[in-house]
């Protein structure tokens, strides 16, 4: 059985966010138990599980995302990874309709576009990195052998909230607003001064993991708008991600935060981790299209045998 790492929201090796991507064959999903010992073992923030669904009406495969401790409900970069796998493997061409805890979720091939602007050389943070839905995926391939796709998510609700007791502490900085993201991303969504703060922190992880969220996205605008619009990073310890380098579900709550302060739909998003990644987004009212690139660094063998529950 094959076994893929694909780092996401990049255009080439070594930066973005890698994923695990397994093609299983048709029939149940393997149990629980084994799911979780492959996401723990290949130690990423998320392995993608996927089996196709030769018989289902209204999906052609079936999709799981599992960090090193537990499963999630929607993740954009590993669902990027996957399409990615489908697309460059040819074991799906045309629409992909991926069957998920979030609802169907679709792929979808595009006529070619331009290049996204490359990802930045990462700039090292101060703190340490280890690694986080009905959607269209629009593929076209670049020079680099990385293809570019467009998902398209659920847009994130954004409820005004205090801040938390705590937050700030546990940053290490002041928050300026915080909001509620609601069940799909579930995660704090956390406004700060500027983007060198944001590029500056070094959360205390273990209080980070203490306040009643997921995680906790940061967001600033950019220093300087240029090839991107603002800053982000996502702190999630309580899900065994101590920083997520590129984070695609965040973006579903940054764009309605962001776009309606910068006056336009689109914009591009940088996550300031140490590997860095770029997100461009659409906010298209309920629907946010989230498009990067993902390139296959590793293409391997898993030699422990699928067990059932």
Aim: glycine fraction near 8%; charge should be negative.
């Amino acid at each position: 059985m094959r076994l893929r790492i694909v780092d996401a929201f990049t255009d080439r090796p070594f930066a973005g966010n890698p994923a695990a991507v397994v093609l299983l064959p048709s029939g149940p999903f393997p149990g629980d138990r084994w799911l979780g010992q492959v996401a723990a073992e290949v130690n990423l923030s998320e392995t993608a599980f996927a089996h196709p669904l030769p018989d289902a009406p209204d999906a052609d495969w079936a999709l799981r995302w599992f960090t090193p401790t537990t499963e999630v409900a929607m993740c954009g970069h590993a669902t990027l990874a996957t399409a990615h796998v489908l697309h460059a493997t040819g074991a799906a061409t045309g629409t992909i309709r991926f069957a998920t805890r979030s609802g169907v979720l679709t792929a979808t091939p595009a006529a070619p576009a331009s290049p996204l602007a490359p990802t930045p050389t990462p700039t090292p943070t101060t703190s340490t990195s280890t690694s986080t839905s009905t959607s269209t995926s629009t593929s076209t391939t670049q020079p680099s052998g990385a293809t570019a796709m467009t998902l398209d998510f659920p847009t994130a609700p954004l409820t005004p909230l205090e801040i938390p007791h705590g937050t700030g502490a546990a940053l290490g900085a002041t928050p300026l607003a915080c909001y509620d993201t609601g069940p799909q991303v579930g995660d704090l969504l956390v406004e700060l001064a500027d983007e060198a703060t944001v590029r500056g922190l070094n959360p205390d992880l273990a209080a980070v993991a203490r306040l009643p969220h997921r995680g906790v996205i940061v967001t600033a605008p950019a220093r300087t708008p240029g090839d991107h619009d603002f800053v982000s990073r996502f702190f999630g310890p309580a899900s065994g991600i101590d920083e997520d380098p590129v984070t695609g579900s965040a973006h579903t709550a940054l764009a309605p935060l962001w776009s309606p302060r910068l006056g336009r739909t689109e914009l591009t998003g940088l996550q300031v981790s140490a590997r860095g990644g770029r997100v461009r987004v659409h906010l298209r009212g309920d629907r946010t299209l989230l498009t990067g690139q993902a390139v296959t660094v590793i293409d391997g063998e898993l030699l422990t045998a699928p067990e059932a529950n």
